[in-house]
């Protein structure tokens, strides 16, 4: 336990660990099967403490509709002694699911009959409605700010439950637009991963604007030497948010379908070889809005490229 004012209950950052583990089957083939006893331990933590931690208040581990009731909770370092933090149910249902989509010979039927099981027991994301527009909520209640994070975005990024290509993606831009601590929180500062945000929702003009924020000239002998921000220089955090959001400005996967040039300025010519998925690589130069070249490996995932407009 963390009895600290912004590490109180904050634990979902063992699942982006569990995200890129699993990651490296999805996009480079590798065998993961050393790393799911590490998974597996993680999702037992969060099933196992707020079950305990509800029979400590009352006579039932489960809420009515038989869901964890993950409370205390934080939802990032900035919504404390929260009631189902939106990035913790975001983490648990994104590595949940990527397990019981690895390959069947991964985990024994028991296995994949308990991961399924605890999959049934997340909770939904909260909702909110903001200015008339049906936003995601950064928990279903907290009791107090504490930093200057933007959780409620993070079903877009780390945990891709919402993006270009996807389903009820308008919710999530109302979220990025009319959320009001979003927008006060909102910079290209930092480990800020607004850039990344906008690039995810298709948002070109933002990400464009925040993105080269973040990768300007620090203004030191070292360019990249960034900072301080909310830390201290060297601060390369904003080159890792930069280069994440550069990136996910070219190319957005949603499994198998490949997005080209989703948040894309026009006028902005380009050409860049990076990874998908499935051990695929796509390469383009892009000129005057117009992919010029294309190539796609292998060639038979050629068919599964989207190209923005």
Not at 9 to 32: H, I, K, N, P, S
Not at 284 to 292: E, H, I, L, W
């Amino acid at each position: 336990m963390e009895y600290n004012a912004w590490l109180e209950y904050e634990w979902d950052t063992v699942l982006e660990f569990c995200l890129m583990m699993l990651e490296t089957e999805r996009y480079a083939g590798q065998d993961v099967a050393g790393y799911l006893p590490f998974v597996q331990s993680c999702l037992t933590f969060f099933d196992e403490h707020y079950q305990y931690l509800a029979r400590q208040r009352g006579a039932k581990a489960l809420d009515g509709e038989g869901h964890l009731v993950l409370y205390p909770g934080s939802g990032a370092e900035t919504y404390k002694m929260a009631n189902n933090s939106t990035a913790t149910i975001a983490g648990l249902r994104t590595v949940l699911t990527r397990l019981l989509a690895l390959p069947p010979a991964y985990g024994t039927p028991a296995q994949r009959q308990q991961w399924a099981a605890m999959l049934a027991r997340i909770p939904a994301l909260s909702l909110r409605e903001v200015q008339g527009h049906a936003t995601i909520a950064p928990a279903k209640s907290w009791e107090r700010i504490n930093n200057v994070e933007s959780p409620q975005l993070y079903p877009v990024f780390p945990w891709g439950i919402y993006g270009v290509g996807q389903r009820d993606l308008a919710t999530a831009i109302n979220t990025y637009r009319y959320d009001t601590d979003v927008q006060k929180f909102r910079s290209h500062v930092g480990w800020k991963q607004h850039n990344i945000f906008a690039a995810r929702l298709g948002l070109t003009d933002e990400a464009a604007e925040l993105t080269v924020g973040k990768l300007k000239d620090s203004g030191r002998r070292f360019p990249a030497f960034w900072g301080p921000g909310y830390d201290w220089a060297p601060d390369h955090n904003w080159g890792g948010s930069g280069m994440i959001g550069l990136q996910e400005m070219l190319l957005q996967t949603d499994d198998q379908k490949i997005y080209l040039l989703p948040a894309w300025p026009k006028t902005w010519d380009v050409h860049f070889k990076l990874h998908a998925p499935y051990q695929t690589t796509v390469e383009a130069t892009v000129r005057n809005g117009k992919v010029q070249e294309l190539k796609v490996l292998p060639e038979s995932r050629r068919k599964d490229v989207v190209v923005m407009d």
